[in-house]
């Protein structure tokens, strides 16, 4: 690195300004989106003839040591001044321009009204000039700062936090001031591994959740470009795009470049679509500034994605934790709460829950996310598991559900609709038993011609006499131990499956019989006893096992149910 003695910078700092050897150089700032220039960043050059360039590192802490920053400073904003003007003179597309203050402009002058005569006797509004100032500077005196940063937002100059998160304060700072855009370093985060970008993300999020647009600097690769607009930074500078360059290098820059300049009266159109937070789990449902600013607290937004954390021991479930949007999705399938679920669980037969059951046993081995489909109360849904952690026989699982159904899953459901319509047509006979009240509740779907619905008298008869009229004698005794109301629900509980199947003759239309196979299922409701009884076509090979094994085992029938 050059080494400049102080004094060489003192005693010449004064001339090398009238001789115009300080000036300043361009770096355009980018609207990621679009990728047009919206504003532009003035940063400090000494082209001096016996030492060379100076880089600002080198004069800037001597030029604050000495008291002469501000000088720097008012002769950066005369250069802005005389650009923007030649910018206007050529019909060229104008944009803000940043300069950069320190501390110390503060405490000499009254920076506020140097600049606003600047502009005056330029003619340039405060709109176009956006005042950079680094963390570091605010941390002493806040009370003054404020009054400083309030009086330069009234004269209508937008003021950007410079150098976020390289000082040590940077959340005091940021709770303590408001701050139109956040400008993150790229250079403290030396590498873009999965640390920065995590670090990043956060405070993007944040820059959101208070209000404040956010720009990176020092963006040097496509990568670190490609990753600040997928997580929604709102403005992008660095060398990536542009190095800094010289007044008349820069103002053919946007037509050489061909990114083009915003227009500055879109800017509150892309201010707005900034505010949208990427990385929200909700970004259409996020608070905004102003519903900050108008004390509505509801701003902490629960996740729309379901979760509950609910702990296992043994067959015992305990709720730990569960959102908004998962005891909505457990309304939807006909819980009353998530608590009611976790009752029902607690009280009632394994067998119940054999389904949901079998997901949390796999979900425990393997580890992984295990998402199963389910229908309960007729309602179709995605029920998510995965273990999170055990000790000591305890395992706590999160859980997170996903029903279908309604206008936003309208394509969904319409298949699920479909499809569900040509499974029912694959069985030739499909009625829904009612055994805790006693009832067939409906005789859903029939190719079979049976004699009546039997749906006009309890259930009980209508199980004898659909035997005596619909099943060959020799089956009629076992059919009627097969589907027995009464015991209905213990035999299966105590069978661990979900239903019962037997092949049975049938009589058929033209008065033969025929065997087909029965099914009686139990379906997940929340109330009732509810089973469904199917009757279907058997394949030739599946008729052939059954007729031997109807021959030669006929107890085994007896013994399986
Ligand atoms: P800053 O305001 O944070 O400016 C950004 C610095 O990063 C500039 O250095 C710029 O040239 C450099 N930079 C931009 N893009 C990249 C990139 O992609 N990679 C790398 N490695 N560097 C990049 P510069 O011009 O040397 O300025 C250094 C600091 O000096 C500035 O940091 C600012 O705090 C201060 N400064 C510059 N000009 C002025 C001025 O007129 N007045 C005051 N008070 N301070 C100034
Ligand atoms: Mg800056
Ligand atoms: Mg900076």
Redesign the pocket.
């Known amino acids: 690195m050059q080494h400049i003695d102080e004094q060489y910078i003192v005693n010449n700092f004064e001339s090398a300004l009238e001789k115009g050897y300080v000036k300043a150089y361009y770096?355009p700032v980018i609207r990621t989106l679009t990728e047009r220039i919206c504003s532009v960043?003035?940063?400090?050059r000494w082209q001096d003839p016996v030492v060379g360039l100076l880089?600002?590192?080198l004069f800037?802490s001597v030029l604050e040591k000495y008291r002469l920053?501000h000088k720097?400073?008012l002769a950066?904003l005369d250069n802005i001044c005389i650009t923007y003007n030649e910018m206007k003179r050529q019909g060229l597309p104008l944009h803000p321009f940043s300069?950069?203050?320190?501390r110390l402009d503060f405490d000499e002058i009254d920076m506020l009204d140097a600049i606003s005569k600047t502009l005056k006797k330029y003619d340039v509004p405060s709109t176009a000039i956006h005042i950079?100032i680094?963390e570091s500077v605010m941390l002493d005196n806040t009370a003054y700062f404020r009054r400083i940063f309030d009086s330069f937002h009234d004269a209508g100059f937008a003021i950007f936090m410079?150098?976020f998160g390289s000082g040590y304060s940077s959340l005091n700072v940021l709770k303590d001031y408001s701050f139109d855009v956040l400008k993150i370093?790229m250079?403290f985060l030396s590498d873009i591994g999965i640390r920065s970008k995590k670090i990043l993300a956060s405070v993007m999020n944040m820059a959101k959740a208070i209000g404040m647009h956010t720009l990176a600097?020092?963006?040097?690769t496509k990568e670190q470009m490609t990753f600040l607009r997928n997580i929604g930074c709102e403005m992008l500078?660095?060398?990536?795009y542009s190095k800094?360059m010289d007044g008349d290098l820069y103002i053919k820059y946007p037509s050489e470049s061909k990114l083009g300049v915003e227009d500055p009266s879109e800017n509150h159109y892309w201010n707005a679509v900034g505010q949208i937070n990427f990385l929200s789990p909700d970004p259409l449902n996020d608070v905004t500034t102003e519903q900050i600013e108008h004390g509505d607290y509801g701003f902490i937004r629960e996740n729309s994605t379901a979760l509950a954390l609910i702990e296992k021991t043994g067959p015992h479930v305990k709720l730990l934790y569960k959102n908004d949007a998962y005891e909505k999705g457990l309304q939807r399938i006909g819980f009353g709460s998530v608590d009611d679920m976790i009752k029902a669980i607690n009280e009632s037969e394994a067998s119940n829950y054999s389904n949901v059951d079998s997901q949390v046993k796999l979900s425990i081995k393997t580890g992984e996310i295990i998402k199963e489909d389910h229908l309960v109360n007729g309602v179709y849904f995605s029920y998510y598991t995965k273990s999170i952690a055990e000790i000591n026989g305890k395992i706590m699982l999160a859980a997170s559900i996903q029903t279908y159904g309604g206008e936003a899953d309208k394509i969904t459901n319409d298949l699920f609709d479909k499809y569900s319509r040509m499974l029912i047509d694959t069985y030739d006979h499909i009625s829904v038993l009612d055994t805790e009240n006693n009832t067939v509740v409906t005789r859903l779907y029939s190719k079979m011609g049976f004699n009546e619905e039997y749906t006009e008298m309890p259930l009980d008869e209508a199980v004898k006499k659909f035997a005596e009229n619909e099943i060959k004698e020799s089956d009629r005794k076992r059919f009627l131990q097969y589907i027995e109301p009464s015991t209905l629900r213990d035999r299966i509980a105590s069978s661990g499956k979900r239903l019962f199947q037997q092949p049975f003759h049938f009589k058929m239309q033209d008065g033969k019989y025929q065997m087909m196979d029965a099914k009686i299922m139990r379906v997940f409701m929340t109330y009732g006893d509810i089973y469904i009884f199917t009757v279907q076509d058997m394949s030739a090979q599946a008729l052939q096992m059954a007729d031997i094994m109807l021959r030669d085992h006929p107890g085994i029938l007896k013994e399986q149910q």
């Open positions: 770096q960043e003035a940063l400090a880089s600002p590192f800037i920053i720097l400073d950066i300069i950069n203050l320190s950079e680094t410079d150098d370093d250079r600097e020092g963006v040097e500078q660095g060398f990536y800094p």
